[in-house]
């Protein structure tokens, strides 16, 4: 294969928005994107265009510089409503409309509520978890949620996940919600996972078991793309329904065809009562949401879901095209497609090398490798290599932070880019052997 001459010093580049953005806000790569168009990204210093591998972060599905996309926004840069705060217009009656007929097989009537991040969809989730809760007995105030998952940083969200600020300044607020562990499919075999969270749920104090409202599942956990045993979600579904709980998925990496599926839940063959939604339905501008049975949806009382840019005009075209694209049989056709090569390119080269094998792990359009090697430290090294090594190969993709590295190229890719991409993938791999 041809050697890209893509060569970067990535510790010796300064970004000047360094300069002026707090460090809690860092940098995923220090690199500068300069334009994009499809599935390439050209970034500056590099040589050739790069393959895009994280559709941003799992959002560009439609990739760069859609043409219909950038028609449907300049029509209504024309019309030059661009904000339009609760009063009603045209691009919001017609995108409510459209995702009510993209969320009607999952749903009784659904109704719905936009934001414009994950993290606030997460939020108002959870507050209509709560409602829900309060209309039984104000000792039912908490939801379920499940150890290393990951719903957002706000505090609502942040309660309902793993660490952070709020668990070290408030630990009783935090501790208060119960957690259960993640059955990893290299621990809990598909048989075993009705039992596992039995079991994990006989763990929690009885009186805790009490206060459960609501249980959240993040449909994949983010950092490893990990999914869970079919047999797990079936009794968590089975367990609400006898119980009483709501029980919402976090669809916001999953939905809108990330893992080759309309919604990530339809992979369990169980519907959730709610789900939170955003990154790919908006194509790269801000859009997020909840979608449910109008039963629980209309369990917020007037006003308690407001937000300035709930259904912003330019939001909604985006979110509207989105789905006009994803209804068309050659979407369908091609998505299908795209999901089978990248799933089995992903499988194939997983069962070549020993040190990813066990927990790595490829769903539609979304996979992590993971790298498994004695010492977690070594792993997290080998991790940040590959992402590094892949850059200079002309394929960005998405570095964790963790033993992992996070594959998600737009939905629309050309088949001859996966294919490109895996051949670099398996050239850094050898190097490590
Ligand atoms: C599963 C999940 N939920 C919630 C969020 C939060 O979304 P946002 O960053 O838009 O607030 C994310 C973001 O990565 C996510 O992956």
Same mark, same amino acid.
């Given at each position: 294969m041809e050697d890209k001459k893509n060569i970067l010093d990535f510790q010796k580049i300064q970004l000047s928005t360094n300069k002026y953005l707090s460090r809690g806000l860092t940098n995923?790569?220090?690199?500068?994107?300069?334009?994009?168009?499809?599935?390439?990204?050209?970034?500056?210093?590099?040589?050739?265009?790069?393959?895009?591998?994280? &559709? %941003?972060?799992? /959002?560009?599905? *439609? $990739?760069?510089?859609?043409? *219909?996309?950038?028609?449907?926004?300049?029509?209504?840069?024309?019309?030059?409503?661009?904000?339009? =705060?609760? =009063?009603?217009?045209?691009?919001?009656?017609? =995108?409510?409309?459209?995702?009510y007929n993209f969320t009607a097989d999952s749903f009784i009537n659904p109704k719905l509520y936009l934001t414009s991040s994950g993290t606030e969809a997460t939020e108002s989730c959870m507050k209509i978890m709560?409602?829900?809760?309060?209309?039984? !007995? @104000?000792?039912?105030?908490?939801?379920? !949620?499940?150890?290393?998952?990951?719903?957002?940083?706000?505090?609502?969200? &942040?309660?309902?996940?793993? $660490?952070?600020?709020?668990?070290?300044?408030? @630990?009783?607020? =935090?501790? !208060?919600? @119960?957690?259960?562990?993640?059955p990893y499919l290299w621990e809990v075999k598909e048989e075993q996972g009705e039992d596992f969270f039995h079991n994990e749920l006989r763990n929690l104090e009885p009186e805790k078991l009490e206060t459960i409202c609501g249980i959240i599942i993040e449909t994949y956990q983010g950092w490893g793309a990990c999914s869970y045993p079919k047999s797990f979600i079936k009794a968590v579904k089975k367990y609400c329904k006898q119980n009483n709980i709501i029980l919402a998925f976090d669809e916001m990496q999953a939905g809108f065809y990330r893992t080759g599926l309309r919604f990530g839940f339809q992979h369990y063959e169980i519907k959730p009562d709610i789900i939170c939604i955003g990154k790919g339905m908006g194509a790269g501008l801000p859009l997020s949401g909840l979608a %449910?049975?109008?039963?629980? +949806?209309q369990l917020a009382l007037p $006003?308690? *879901?407001?937000?300035?840019? !709930?259904?912003? @005009?330019?939001?909604? /075209?985006? %979110?509207?095209? /989105?789905?006009?694209? +994803?209804e068309s049989e050659e979407f369908k056709n091609n998505i299908t497609e795209n999901a089978a090569l990248f799933t089995k390119l992903g499988n194939d080269?997983?069962?070549?090398?020993?040190?990813?094998?066990?927990?790595?792990?490829? +769903?539609?359009? /979304?996979?992590?490798l993971?790298?498994?090697?004695?010492?977690?430290?070594?792993?997290?090294?080998?991790?940040n290599k590959f992402c590094e090594i892949a850059l200079t190969k002309g394929v960005l993709v998405i570095k964790t932070g963790r033993e992992s590295v996070k594959l998600s190229p737009p939905l629309t890719i050309r088949k001859e880019s996966i294919e490109e991409a895996f051949k670099h993938f398996e050239y850094i791999l050898n190097l490590f052997c």
């Open positions: 995923n790569f220090n690199i500068k994107w300069e334009k994009a168009n499809d599935e390439f990204i050209f970034v500056e210093g590099l040589n050739e265009k790069v393959i895009d591998f994280t &559709a %941003g972060i799992l /959002v560009n599905c *439609l $990739g760069y510089n859609n043409q *219909l996309l950038k028609h449907n926004i300049n029509k209504l840069l024309e019309n030059g409503i661009i904000h339009s =705060y609760h =009063y009603q217009t045209s691009f919001k009656e017609k =995108y409510l409309e459209s995702l709560l409602r829900h809760g309060q209309n039984f !007995s @104000p000792k039912k105030n908490k939801i379920l !949620s499940i150890e290393g998952n990951y719903h957002g940083r706000t505090m609502g969200a &942040a309660l309902m996940g793993t $660490g952070g600020l709020f668990n070290e300044v408030w @630990p009783n607020i =935090y501790n !208060s919600f @119960p957690k259960i562990k993640f %449910g049975n109008s039963e629980i +949806m $006003g308690e *879901l407001s937000s300035t840019h !709930s259904c912003n @005009p330019i939001s909604c /075209v985006a %979110g509207n095209t /989105v789905i006009e694209i +994803m080269l997983k069962n070549k090398f020993e040190f990813i094998q066990k927990k790595s792990n490829f +769903m539609g359009m /979304v996979g992590a993971v790298f498994d090697l004695s010492d977690n430290e070594k792993s997290i090294e080998y991790a």
